[in-house]
């Protein structure tokens, strides 16, 4: 079985600061990782995935996260927060090989304060 | 032009009502996948699809059916609808030569149960 665990339903940062989403997931073998930003009326769109090869993976508008086996972690983060990114994230989780389920996590809401 | 579109966007309808909820795409996958979004649950999965002939159950299918008419087009149906089917639904493809995981969503078909 495989599990996501998002750490806070709703974050808040000032414009400039950093944002830091936390993720946790469970897999009894290596797994596929991934975050999704859903903005307001839109579907999901992927910000980055981890698969294979390096831990630190750079997705789009700046953001980036990385693959901690012995923490099972996939933190996103972004050094400075803009405006635009007031969003929901999703952390997801897969197993690798052939075809396997994808988990979602239960949310953020991300608020950015001017 | 959206890759994975779906028809309607908004629906208010009442309990008992026949509901079906369409889903086309263009990215050439072959697999498609119907998600129900509920605040602080997630995406959970209802239906999947390999292609025309396979069909499966997720998650959470009770209550639900769907139809692969082409390979580009995705039905999910309410055959009964009920107020708890009140939510967000949202359609995705994925790519079986990449196999991934990365899912590729539709705008979304909000319905609502009365």
């Known amino acids: 079985a495989q599990s996501v665990t998002q750490l806070g339903s709703h974050v808040s940062v000032s414009e400039g600061a950093l944002v830091l989403l936390r993720c946790n997931y469970s897999s009894s073998v290596p797994p596929y990782l991934f975050w999704y930003v859903q903005y307001p009326n839109q579907g999901l769109q992927l910000l980055l995935k981890y698969t294979t090869g390096a831990t630190l993976v750079k997705g789009i508008n700046g953001f980036e996260a990385e693959f901690k086996k012995s923490e099972t972690s996939f933190h996103l983060t972004k050094p400075s927060a803009h405006m635009s990114d007031a969003a929901e994230y999703f952390c997801?989780?897969?197993?690798?090989?052939?075809?396997?389920?994808?988990?979602f996590g239960t949310g953020t809401k991300l608020q950015v304060i001017p | 032009d959206a890759d994975v579109t779906q028809t309607p966007r908004n629906r208010i309808t009442k309990t008992g009502k026949r509901i079906m909820l369409e889903c086309s795409q263009t990215k050439g996958h072959d697999r498609m996948y119907w998600y129900r979004q509920d605040p602080g649950l997630g995406l959970r999965l209802i239906y999947y699809?390999?292609?025309?002939?396979?069909?499966n159950k997720g998650e959470i299918s009770d209550g639900y059916s769907v139809s692969r008419q082409a390979q580009a087009k995705f039905s999910l149906s309410l055959e009964s609808a009920i107020p708890n089917q009140t939510a967000l639904y949202f359609c995705a493809t994925s790519d079986q030569t990449q196999n991934t995981g990365e899912l590729f969503f539709g705008e979304g078909s909000r319905l609502t149960v009365l």
């Open positions: 699809s390999f292609d025309v002939k396979d069909i």
């Open positions: 997801a989780v897969r197993r690798s090989g052939g075809y396997q389920k994808v988990t």
